[in-house]
């Protein structure tokens, strides 16, 4: 139990475009999900807390615009890269946490490379 | 910034245990300790948490000082498999301000 599923696992877009990346809690549900950002050979960054019916919370520095984020079920939370740009390609995770437990669960990361 | 201070590596001979050190002297009282790893370019996995007593998974120990101000995870027969980088971290448990900010964890490399 408590699999968090990422969709796509990469992607490769064009610079201008954007990305929209799936995060799936498949077997229970999330009130809360995270994002997070890891650039090589750093450590992962969060970026915004995902509530279910409510507006993310973003972390200071995080452009809320440029990274929109929507949390319109109790399983289903998504990212989008609006305008991609190279700097944006990064490696980027999400995490569920279950209602009633205190552990969050992660999804296996979406690599993301603009050209 | 994170909470945690841990040693950026740490080696360990396959079939030994791997204990793996964290120092949180500054958590307050209804902050628990989380652990995770990452296997390279995968998601974090969760590998087990608590809040003051030891506790035991089928992954691992996690023995927490009775100050609470340092804990220690315990792999009792790692494998090659358990080479990852460890985050330990601290956070309250739920609310808004239920938050898992990773450090820069410790890489663990077993060895043959």
């Known amino acids: 139990g408590a699999v968090v599923s990422q969709h796509p696992s990469w992607v490769i877009c064009k610079s201008g475009t954007s990305v929209k990346i799936e995060c799936r809690s498949l077997d229970f549900q999330a009130t809360t999900m995270f994002w997070y950002r890891q650039f090589p050979k750093q450590s992962l960054m969060l970026m915004a807390t995902?509530?279910?019916?409510?507006?993310?919370?973003?972390e200071q520095g995080v452009e809320k615009d440029k990274f929109l984020i929507n949390h319109a079920s109790l399983t289903l939370s998504t990212l989008t890269v609006t305008s991609a740009h190279p700097e944006d390609s990064s490696f980027y995770i999400c995490?569920?946490?279950?209602?009633?437990?205190?552990?969050?669960?992660f999804g296996q990361g979406t690599r993301l490379t603009v050209v | 910034d994170a909470k945690t201070t841990q040693p950026p590596s740490m080696d360990c001979a396959e079939g030994r245990a791997a204990n793996l050190p964290c120092n949180h002297s500054?958590?307050?009282?209804?902050?628990?300790v989380y652990w995770y790893r990452q296997i390279h370019s995968q998601g974090p996995q969760y590998i087990i948490h608590?809040?003051?007593n030891n506790e035991t998974n089928e992954m691992a120990s996690l023995i927490i000082t009775e100050d609470r101000k340092s804990s220690t995870l315990i792999l009792p027969h790692a494998t090659l498999r358990d080479t990852a980088v460890y985050y330990c971290?601290?956070?309250?448990?739920?609310?808004?301000?239920?938050?898992?900010?990773f450090g820069k964890g410790t890489l663990l490399t077993v060895n043959p």
């Open positions: 608590g809040l003051k």
């Open positions: 995490s569920a946490r279950r209602i009633g437990f205190t552990e969050a669960f």
């Open positions: 995902s509530n279910e019916g409510s507006k993310a919370t973003y």
């Open positions: 500054t958590i307050s009282g209804n902050e628990y």
């Open positions: 971290i601290v956070s309250e448990r739920g609310g808004s301000n239920y938050k898992l900010t």
